[in-house]
């Protein structure tokens, strides 16, 4: 039996503790640093910095450390424990370029004609202005490094493009704003899809359609995701094998043959385009919210598949997920994604978790004198399981309405596109 160590706080590592906890091959999950809800199916510890994870690895016998956000990713986190012997799913840090810098994203794909759109990349203000003259728009402005999902801007016009670059270029992001990507605009629906990587094999681990914008109707300004569904019915079997084939696949080709093999998950952001899919942006990391419908709906032995992205074989574990629906609304604080309070009392998560089908991850929230407290923006995800997605939709807010927290929202239509989708068909 094995002792798997989870790093981050949100939904998206509940979700996946929630998962490893159930693994028939995991006897304990800690969580670092973890929150209010982790809590009840991992120990969380407060482990600082890189040191003491690996002195907690090691006087714990961790089998399997699992990296849950970017950050540690990208500042190398999985090669200093793979330096000491630890297994670990992420990939190493020149791996995590292909998310930590868009310029690398980009050119790998240039180089081994991966679709995405077409682009510019420019380390001067002047050059990338110059670029500007005499294009169409709109034109996507993006910071080149990790920006906190704030990074990327729909420029409408010259003018609006032009004040991007001054705000990227006068340190708005600091470092990662020192280079720029400016790329076309696509059309088009977008999808998130998850592959399973170890250096050699990809296996297809779900895909999800998140809602960014903090409103209903998709308006308002873009958050971190405020909803997530999956399966996407929009992902027909030949679109899928068409990513596979056309993304995925080369990608990991490619990775391998610059000396840099993907190992871990590789989330590819896609917009379905009248001339195919088209790569948006690579993450390194599951996404969040849409691992919290994803681990709804998983139902093999997660350790083994993880753990496999690290030590090799993935084409012969087993991956399965229930055929049913999930969904999940996402509870932020009022205010977010701007300014919010924290340390409001969110009551009635045992009523919601206890409607059928119904599970309730944590974000931002910290338990407290047996009372559980607001402590992020995005707190909570309620995420539910049905045979459609508007089963698991009806049951989603059901449970939603049983929260009594006046300091929190949600937005009221998540699942709104695949709901359309399946009245059309029908
Ligand atoms: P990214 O961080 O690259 O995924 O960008 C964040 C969001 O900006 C995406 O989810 C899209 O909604 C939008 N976006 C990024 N690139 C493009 C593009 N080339 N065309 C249209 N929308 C884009
Ligand atoms: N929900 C999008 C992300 O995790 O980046």
Request: aromatic share 8%; charged share 20%; glycine share 12%.
């Amino acid at each position: 039996m094995n002792q798997v160590l989870v790093i981050g706080s949100g939904g998206r590592e509940h979700a996946l503790c929630w998962r490893l906890a159930q693994s028939p091959s995991v006897s304990k999950v800690f969580c670092s640093p973890g929150n209010g809800g982790i809590s009840e199916v991992a120990e969380c510890v407060p482990l600082r910095n890189t040191q003491d994870i690996i002195r907690f690895c090691k006087d714990n016998a961790i089998a399997l450390v699992v990296i849950g956000p970017e950050q540690p990713l990208v500042e190398g986190l999985a090669d200093q424990l793979t330096a000491q012997g630890i297994a670990v799913f992420g990939p190493s840090q020149k791996a995590a370029q292909l998310e930590g810098s868009k310029g690398f994203m980009k050119a790998i794909c240039a180089k081994y004609f991966i679709p995405t759109a077409a682009y510019g990349f420019f380390t001067a203000l002047s050059e990338a202005k110059a670029f500007l003259k005499d294009k169409n728009y709109p034109l996507v402005v993006k910071a080149d490094g990790l920006a906190a999902g704030k990074g990327v801007v729909i420029a409408a016009n010259q003018k609006e493009a032009e004040d991007a670059l001054s705000g990227m270029f006068g340190g708005l992001f600091g470092d990662s704003g020192k280079s720029v990507v400016i790329e076309e605009f696509l059309q088009g629906e977008e999808v998130s899809y998850f592959a399973l990587c170890d250096g050699e094999n990809a296996v297809e681990f779900g895909y999800a359609q998140d809602h960014k914008r903090v409103f209903d109707g998709d308006e308002g300004p873009n958050t971190g995701g405020m909803g997530a569904y999956s399966p996407a019915p929009i992902m027909t079997p030949p679109l899928r094998e068409t990513v596979m084939q056309t993304i995925i696949l080369p990608t990991l080709k490619a990775m391998k043959k610059e000396g840099c093999p993907f190992k871990g998950v590789l989330f590819a952001g896609l917009m379905l385009t009248e001339d195919g899919p088209m790569l948006l942006e690579y993450n390194v990391r599951f996404g969040d919210p849409e691992t919290q419908p994803l681990m709804a709906r998983y139902d093999a032995d997660l350790y083994l598949a993880l753990l496999a992205c690290s030590k090799g074989g993935l084409d012969k574990v087993k991956i399965s997920f229930r055929k049913e629906a999930a969904l999940c609304i996402v509870m932020a604080a009022k205010g977010y994604p701007a300014n919010y309070e924290k340390g409001s009392v969110i009551r009635g998560i045992d009523k919601a978790n206890a409607v059928d089908g119904v599970m309730v991850f944590h974000a931002g929230t910290e338990q407290r004198n047996n009372q559980i407290l607001a402590n992020g923006g995005r707190v909570l995800g309620i995420t539910a399981i049905g045979s459609t997605i508007a089963e698991a939709q009806e049951k989603g807010y059901k449970a939603l309405d049983l929260i009594d927290w006046p300091e929190g929202f949600s937005r009221r239509d998540i699942g709104w596109r695949a709901i359309a989708q399946a009245a059309a068909i029908i």
